[in-house]
């Protein structure tokens, strides 16, 4: 079957009718969701496999959300690269692509958002203001466009996944939220959109920071933890680090020496202009 593109909301109220989601129970189809900003990698597709596990149908989005970038970030050169995109859609199965442009998305005049509260302003909400903010906001828009019932998203952004299961909560959305593993070359670095601005000098030096949290994960208490992990970047000084921070996976807060269960070791590193984040999750 031929992916659906649907470019607005008109089109998107098509293609689901065309689908039968949202039909008359029993004859109603099912959703799932794989929000993207599009330049499709494995770790996408990784996600697109889990959610053809969860629902009849999946939908991908490609957007990518001016609302999430700060003024100085990589908004406008972030690369963008739909027909490949749709390739990759085409050939996990995918039955509808949601790609608006900001103009069919946001009203000019557009007053409310969604908040992230306290939880948006610690790690990467430290260093990205209003980031997690803007992010929930396009994708509470995109859960009420799209109407999934499941949504899948990667543990790679592992901040972005906690707030969308607390926006899910707070808010008491009709939906299950699945998270998915991290997929990683074979050297360890984590796949992410933004490695294609790597040089081949940079690739090399960004590898510090999978190895700094396997350094980490290989240790038991959190000092050990946090001392190998920042021993390891500290010998790179090609990567600028933002934060390194063990933290609660549902909080988001530094987890106490005497922390029991999963805690997440992540870390954010700027090598040249790009700037690269991960985490792997320990149970303590
Ligand atoms: P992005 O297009 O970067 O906004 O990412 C879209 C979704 O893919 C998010 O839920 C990410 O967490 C997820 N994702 C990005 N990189 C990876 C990866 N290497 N492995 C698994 N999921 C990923």
């Known amino acids: 079957m031929d992916v659906i593109v649907a470019g607005d909301r008109a089109e ?33 597709r990784s996600l697109m496999r889990l959610a053809r596990e969860r629902a009849e149908h999946v939908a991908v989005s490609i957007f990518v959300n001016p609302l999430q970038f700060g003024p100085n970030e990589d908004f406008s050169r972030y690369p ?6 749709l390739e990759v859609c085409a050939a996990e199965g995918v039955s509808m692509v949601f790609a608006p442009s900001v103009e069919k998305m946001y009203l000019p005049d557009r007053q409310v958002g969604v908040s992230a509260g306290e939880m948006g302003t610690v790690v990467e909400g430290a260093f990205r203001p209003g980031h997690l903010d803007g992010m929930l906001t396009v994708v509470l828009k995109l859960f009420n466009l799209v109407r999934p019932d499941v949504a899948v998203f990667g543990q790679k952004d592992a901040q972005q996944l906690a ?10 959305l009709p939906i299950s939220i699945v998270g998915g593993p991290t997929v990683r070359e074979a050297d360890g670095m984590a796949l992410s959109s933004r490695n294609r601005y790597l040089s081949p000098e940079d690739r090399g030096a960004a590898l510090a920071l999978s190895r700094a949290l396997f350094a980490g994960a290989a240790q038991r208490t959190p000092e050990e933890i946090r001392r190998a992990a920042c021993a390891v970047l500290a010998a790179e000084p090609a990567v600028a680090v933002d934060y390194l921070v063990l933290v609660n996976p549902a909080t988001f807060a530094e987890v106490r020496e005497d922390h029991t269960g999963e805690a997440i070791l992540a870390v954010a590193a700027r090598v040249g202009s790009t700037r690269l984040i991960d985490n792997v999750t320990i149970t303590l």
């Open 12 to 44: 998107l109220a098509e293609a689901r009718r065309a689908l039968g989601i949202g039909g008359t129970p029993p004859a109603e189809a099912s959703l799932a969701l794989v929000p993207t900003m599009g330049a499709l990698h494995e770790g996408h």
């Open 80 to 85: 963008r690269t739909f027909d490949a995109d």
């Open 163 to 172: 707030m969308v299961r607390r926006m899910v909560a707070d808010l008491d």
